[in-house]
Structure formats: C-alpha cells, structure tokens
C-alpha cells in the first residue's frame, strides 16, 4: 500500500539532527506493540522474554523500518506491528549471543543467562525468533520472508565466522569487517530494505535502502567496538573491555596491533589466549588503545560509512522522513550509549 507521501510527520520537524528525541512518538508506538504481541500460557516463557525485550533497548532496527517505509509511501496501519519483527530477532540473537559470550550483563542488567540459566535463555532466544517469523507470515509478503531468512542466515555465519577468530590476534580489517557486517550490519539492512519492500516499492529503491542500512550497519557496529574500549559500565550498561575478556579483536585493537612487530602480537596473543592476562594486562591494554589517536580513527571509520551510506538516499525526493533518517546517522557516529 503506497500513498505517496513523503511529507512526514510533524513531529519530526525543527529537531536536532543525530538526536532521538525526534521519533519519541515512534518508540511509544513500537513499544507498545511489543508490550502486547508476545503472548503465551507459559509464564517462564514471558518471563524471560518480556525481561529480555521490554526496557532499555534502543529500538533503532524497527525505527529503520518504520522510517524505510513511511519513505516510500507506506500507509499500512500494521507498521509498528511488522516493525517489531526487527526487534525481536535482534532480541532472541541477544539472548543467544549472550550464551556464547558467557556475558554476565545485557542492557544495565543481569544477562537472562544469568538469572534463569543458559538453556532456558536459549529456548527463550528461540521463542523470540519464532514468533517474529510468525509475525513475517501474516505479511503475506514472499519478498519479505526471503530477506528475513537469508538475514538471520548471514547472522549465524557471522557468529559463526567471528567464533573462529576468537583469540586471532592476526585477524585483519578485511575479516573483521566481514564479520560485522554478517553478525550486525545484516539486520539493520534488512529493516531498511524491507520497509521498502512492505510498500511495494520498486527495486532501486529496495536496493538503495538495503545498501543505505548495510552502511549504518557497519557505522553502528564499529561505534559498538569503540564503546567497548572507551565507555564505562555505567553508560553502555555491560562492562569496559568486554570484547578483550571475550577473545573478539575487534577495529581499535586491530588499529593499535598494526604498529606493533609480529614478534610482539605472538606475545600479547600467547599472554591473553592462555588466561595468564592479569587485569593490570587488560588495564594497560585499554588504556594503550584509548591513548592511540584511534578513537578518532574508528569513528572517523564509521562517520565514512554513514556518508557512504547517505548517498543511497540520494534518489529519494527530500521529506521530513528522509532528514530523520539522514539524521540517524549522525546519531550512530556520536552515540555515547
Ligand atoms: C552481539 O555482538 C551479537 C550480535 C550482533 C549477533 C548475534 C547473532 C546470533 C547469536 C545468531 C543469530 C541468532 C538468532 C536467534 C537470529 P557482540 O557480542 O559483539 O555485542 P555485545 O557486546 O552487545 O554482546
Ligand atoms: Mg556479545
């Protein structure tokens, strides 16, 4: 369903570029739809799942959703319905990431892992998961289901490819990059794209909003990593020097190693691979990295990602809907959360 028009709401007018502030009326929206879709008979089920969706959580993937199709002309009253499909699977892959991460903490609190054990969070991980699916199937919309599929495909193999770097202290640009963009980018390219193709847009559009979504991907992912080097706990609600601990080398690490003598990476790698890292070791290392120019670097990185990404917006005629999303990037590359 098309209505054309690229007008926007007005809610959305004279704010702050890069704020989220903007799309208060969105959130509400999303939330309550995702305070009332999960319904089951089993109360351990809703237990885990509402503690695991509902709160802190930033809700960009269904805003890209929302926004992508409003874009293109969408008028479809199940929007905040369909758009929860985006929430939930990043939910459910939270759940499980988490399981995979032994993480202790998720969105400032306790990691469902951590409260109710790995097996129930794993089956909660794929209750979420079905029941988005379940949500795509009332789309009607083959095109729709296909890209969902293929997404959570890429997202499996982007664990997949990252679990077997854990501890390469070798690991390139190009790799990480690669991971990235299967276990993160994937998703948030897909709910640009297809907020395209629930309005029946047509491929170019699809396709520059999937490439549009696949840069901000990359850009969100790349702030992630650096947050996890520069933040603290207090902020970003799980602990500083997460990824380290977790054996990930990820874009700031990569940044500061490349200066090092091969010699030397062994070392650190031999030092931090066979848990003999003391927190003196994962101190200095932090502090190393945050010393290096490469926060700016990194997000130097991100903010190319996001102008690359802005380009694919280009062939849409400029609306209140299309400065909100150009907006989101500058969010991305300045978020301190
Ligand atoms: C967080 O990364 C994890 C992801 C972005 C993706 C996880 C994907 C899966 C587990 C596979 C897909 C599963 C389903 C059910 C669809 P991170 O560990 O770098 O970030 P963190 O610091 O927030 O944990
Ligand atoms: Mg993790």
Partial sequence: MRNGNHLGSPGT???????????????????????????????????????????????????????????????????????????????????????????????KKPAARNVWGNPAAVLAGDFLYAHATAIAAECNNLEFIKVLSHTTRRMVEGQFVELGHTHNWHLGVDKYLDIIIAKTAALISAACA???????????????????????????QLIDDLLD??????????????DLREGKITLPLIYVLSDFEKSEVDKLEHLFKNHGAT??????????????????????????YVDKGETFLELFPESFTKKGLLGLGEYIVNREL
């Fill in 13 to 107: 007018m004279n704010k702050d570029k890069g704020s989220l502030e903007q799309f208060e009326h969105h959130f509400k929206l999303i939330n309550e739809e995702l305070g009332s879709s999960i319904t089951t008979d089993f109360s351990l089920v809703s237990d885990i799942t509402n503690y695991s969706v509902l709160g802190e959580g930033k809700r960009l993937r269904p805003l890209l959703f929302v926004l992508s199709s409003e874009l293109c002309g969408y008028a479809g009253k199940d929007v905040y319905r369909i758009s929860t499909i985006f929430e939930l699977i990043h939910s459910a892959s939270l759940l499980h990431d988490d399981v995979l991460d032994n993480a202790e903490t998720r969105r």
């Fill in 194 to 220: 297809c907020g395209g193709i629930i309005a029946g847009a047509p491929k170019e559009e699809v396709e520059s909003l999937k490439e549009f979504g696949l840069n901000l991907g990359i850009a969100f």
């Fill in 229 to 242: 080097y520069t933040s603290s706990e207090e902020i970003i609600g799980k602990p500083v020097g997460k």
């Fill in 279 to 304: 927190d003196k070791d994962y101190d200095d290392l932090i502090k190393t990295v945050r010393r290096n120019g490469v926060i700016e670097r990194v997000r130097g990185e991100a903010k190319k």
